[in-house]
């Protein structure tokens, strides 16, 4: 009885899509898209697990948990404008999901101990003293790279690329307006009554959706080879994704392989031997690809439950 009297405290709304509402993704690729990306050694990152108490084990530096990514420590945007920081070793230190989400652009100290969605302290971490001084002695250690931009950058490429910036801004809010007005009509006709509303027959053959069908038609490796291959090499994938790529365990949640999607090319090794797995089978494909400056092989292993996996990971990763 109770639960038929409380219908509306089980339901709720799905959150509505603004165009707008994008506005900081699009000023983050305006940022992101212009950061210099400098790859660590091993010791500067043995160095830097060191220093956070990870010498036998990595986590999240927030929380403790499992890290599954790399988070600039100093946020790379400010009231929509670079910082100076950039992406290197002195400002990237290991982090979960949870953290680098909740974290956002926020100064870690000021968010750690705030009442954020996820935070450290809202998810009642335990030793989040001793975890606070850990990442005190971090920042007093770390000397990160910082460089005034308009300083280096010819003023009039720096006016322009901020110009198409705030071009887009106004575009997207001048569609935002658009929008509304569409859906408010449509949100008309829907009140006044079915007898308004010319209703569409769903597509239930394949026929319908040709958009779709060129997708399932194609073989999983010639999109390897048409979209994923291009995406790497355009060296659009940050290097803490990357480096990411090489795990087994990155590569079985996020594309399910597996074998780890990249393997850095060892120049001092037989590379035909590089590529087999321990029976002996080669698991790469034979022509190595160049990211960032260096050269990797590509897993082979393609297989169609792998489908929906990388069509997700292409869209994720694409810069639009």
């Known amino acids: 009885m109770y639960i038929l009297q409380n219908y509306k405290s089980l339901f709720k709304m799905p959150n509505p899509v603004k165009i707008t509402g994008r506005s900081s993704s699009i000023t983050n690729a305006f940022v992101n898209g212009i950061i210099p990306c400098i790859e660590p050694s091993e010791t500067e990152i043995k160095e830097v697990l060191s220093m956070l108490g990870m010498t036998d084990s990595i986590r999240c530096s927030y929380c403790g948990d499992s890290y599954s990514e790399w988070d600039h420590f100093r946020p790379l945007i400010h009231k929509r404008r670079p910082t100076g920081y950039i992406s290197e070793i002195n400002n990237l230190v290991p982090s979960c999901g949870k953290c680098n989400q909740s974290k956002g652009?926020?100064?870690?100290?000021?968010?750690?101990?705030?009442?954020?969605?996820?935070?450290?302290?809202?998810?009642?971490?335990?030793?989040?003293?001793?975890?606070?001084?850990?990442?005190?002695?971090?920042?007093?250690?770390?000397?990160?790279?910082?460089?005034?931009f308009e300083e280096v950058i010819d003023k009039e490429l720096w006016e322009e690329h901020w110009a198409n910036w705030e071009n887009l801004l106004n575009?997207?809010?001048?569609?935002?307006?658009?929008?509304?007005?569409?859906?408010?009509?449509?949100?008309?006709?829907?009140?006044?009554?079915?007898?308004?509303?010319?209703?569409?027959?769903?597509?239930?053959?394949?026929?319908?959706?040709?958009?779709?069908?060129?997708?399932?038609?194609?073989?999983?490796?010639v999109i390897v080879r048409d979209e994923l291959i291009d995406i790497l090499v355009s060296n659009q994938v940050p290097l803490e994704k990357i480096q990411l790529l090489q795990t087994s365990k990155y590569s079985k949640q996020q594309l399910n392989l597996n074998?780890?999607?990249?393997?850095?090319?060892?120049?001092?090794?037989?590379?035909h031997l590089q590529k087999q797995d321990t029976r002996g089978y080669s698991r790469y494909y034979k022509k190595?690809?160049?990211?960032?400056?260096?050269?990797?092989?590509?897993?082979?292993?393609?297989?169609?439950?792998?489908?929906?996996?990388?069509?997700?990971?292409?869209?994720?990763?694409?810069?639009?």
Not at 304 to 315: A, D, F, G, H, V
């Open 288 to 320: 190595p690809i160049r990211i960032h400056g260096k050269k990797y092989f590509l897993c082979s292993q393609w297989f169609e439950n792998s489908r929906p996996y990388l069509l997700r990971w292409i869209e994720m990763n694409r810069l639009s």
């Open 105 to 148: 652009n926020k100064y870690w100290k000021d968010w750690i101990q705030s009442n954020a969605p996820l935070s450290p302290k809202t998810r009642n971490v335990s030793h989040l003293d001793l975890i606070i001084a850990r990442l005190e002695n971090y920042e007093a250690w770390s000397k990160p790279i910082c460089i005034n």
């Open 171 to 221: 575009y997207m809010k001048k569609s935002q307006l658009l929008s509304d007005r569409i859906q408010e009509t449509l949100k008309q006709s829907v009140q006044q009554g079915a007898s308004t509303i010319a209703y569409i027959k769903p597509p239930t053959e394949q026929r319908d959706l040709p958009i779709i069908e060129e997708k399932v038609e194609r073989k999983i490796g």
């Open 259 to 271: 074998f780890p999607m990249l393997l850095e090319v060892d120049e001092t090794k037989d590379l």
